[in-house]
């Protein structure tokens, strides 16, 4: 596997009204034939984005719609992997961050290194805290 997205990605790659959707999705397609895969925590997090009225408006996905959407990408001749994090978080990672929004993120760094795999990405802070370990999304 060589790339493990994370949920903005994914959204922007599922959700056709997201802002960065033809970005997204073009990128994904090109990639899938190199190995991808999602981490359980981007799995539910694009469950409960698809879901929330906040982020989706009146186009609210069910719980079933949101989980067909999800299950839908993994799908397909250039299946997606659902990873589950091979070890526990790394302290060493973690205390780089410089807020609370970053936890996540950091996480999701350590589980794409602990598998080969570059976290795929459009978080610019993120790209350049990590260049090794990341992959920009343009």
Do not use: C
């Amino acid at each position: 596997m060589r790339y493990l997205l994370d949920n903005d990605v994914l959204l922007a790659a599922i959700y056709r009204k997201h802002a960065g959707h033809i970005v997204s999705r073009a990128w994904l397609d090109s990639v899938k034939p190199a190995g991808w895969g999602i981490a359980v925590e981007t799995y539910l997090a694009a469950v409960r984005l698809l879901m929330n009225p906040a982020v989706m408006g009146s186009g609210t996905f069910s719980a079933r719609a949101a989980l067909g959407a999800v299950e839908a990408e993994l799908a397909g001749p250039h299946r997606g992997r659902l990873i589950v994090a091979p070890k526990k978080p790394d302290r060493r990672i973690l205390e780089k961050a410089k807020g609370h929004r970053q936890v996540m993120d950091f996480w999701l760094v350590q589980i794409a290194m602990d598998v080969g795999a570059k976290l795929a990405t459009r978080d610019g802070r993120l790209l350049a805290q990590w260049p090794e370990s990341t992959e920009k999304v343009a």
